[in-house]
T-cell receptor, first 111, second 115 residues
C-alpha cells in the first residue's frame, strides 16, 4: 500500500519566519495530495490540497508544491504567526476511496 | 450544519469490556472512515465505507467491527478492549472519493483509554 513519509516531526520557528514541511509517497498512482492542520483537542481540518496535474498552488500565506517525478510534495508557510502553531499532516490517495497520512509535524511559532 | 459528530468525547474502558464509538454526519456524504491516531504515528485507517451497506477493512482492522445501515451513521465497535486500543479515534466523511473535489471532513475525536 501507499507509504507517506513526513519530515520533520517537530519544527520551531520564529514568528515572521517561514516553515517548510516535506512529504514523500511511494505509490505513483496517487494523484491527490491534501494537507491538514490539527489544533489541540480538535479534528484535522483541510487547509490546502494539490492535484497531480498542478505543480504549485498558493492560498495567501500557505503554498504547496508537488514533484511527481520525485514523488514528493511540500507545504510552505510564510510570515508565520502564533496561530499557525499546530500539528500538520500530509496525505496521498493510493486509490479512489481513501487517504494515507504522514506521521505529522508539530509546528511551534515562537513569539 | 453540525458536520461530523462523534460521541463520546472521552471514555475509559477496562480490559475485556466492549463499547461502540458513534459517528454521524448530516452532509449526505457517501464515504465514511474511521482512523486512529497514536503519538508520532499519524492517522491509521481502521475501516471505511463507500455507501450504506458497504464496508471494507483498512490498515489496522483487528479488534474492531463496523456497520453502515444508513448513510448518516457509521459506528465503530470494540468487542474485547485491549490496552493496545488506547488511542484517539477520528471519524471522517466525504461526498465524493478524496481527490474528486474535496478532502475529508473530520469529527472532533474520541479519546479512549483501556486500563
Amino acid at each position: 500500500g501507499e507509504n507517506v513519509e513526513q519530515h520533520p516531526s517537530t519544527l520551531s520557528v520564529q514568528e515572521g519566519d517561514s516553515a517548510v514541511i516535506k512529504c514523500t509517497y511511494s505509490d505513483s498512482a496517487s494523484n491527490y495530495f491534501p494537507w491538514y492542520k490539527q489544533e489541540l483537542g480538535k479534528g484535522p481540518q483541510l487547509i490546502i490540497d494539490i492535484r497531480s496535474n498542478v505543480g504549485e498552488k498558493k492560498d495567501q500565506r500557505i503554498a504547496v508544491t508537488l514533484n511527481k517525478t520525485a514523488k514528493h510534495f511540500s507545504l510552505h508557510i510564510t510570515e508565520t504567526q502564533p496561530e499557525d502553531s499546530a500539528v500538520y499532516f500530509c496525505a496521498a490517495n493510493p486509490n479512489d476511496y481513501k487517504l494515507s497520512f504522514g506521521a505529522g509535524t508539530t509546528v511551534t511559532v515562537r513569539a | 450544519n453540525a458536520g461530523v459528530t462523534q460521541t463520546p468525547k472521552f471514555r475509559i474502558l477496562k480490559i475485556g469490556q466492549s463499547m461502540t464509538l458513534q459517528c454521524t454526519q448530516d452532509m449526505n456524504h457517501n464515504y465514511m472512515y474511521w482512523y486512529r491516531q497514536d503519538p508520532g504515528m499519524g492517522l491509521k485507517l481502521i475501516y471505511y465505507s463507500v455507501g450504506a451497506g458497504i464496508t471494507d477493512k483498512g490498515e489496522v482492522p483487528n479488534g474492531y467491527n463496523v456497520s453502515r445501515s444508513t448513510t448518516e451513521d457509521f459506528p465503530l465497535r470494540l468487542e474485547l478492549a485491549a490496552p493496545s486500543q488506547t488511542s484517539v479515534y477520528f471519524c471522517a466523511s466525504s461526498y465524493l472519493p478524496p481527490g474528486s473535489r474535496d478532502g475529508y471532513t473530520f469529527g472532533s475525536g474520541t479519546r479512549l483509554t483501556v486500563v
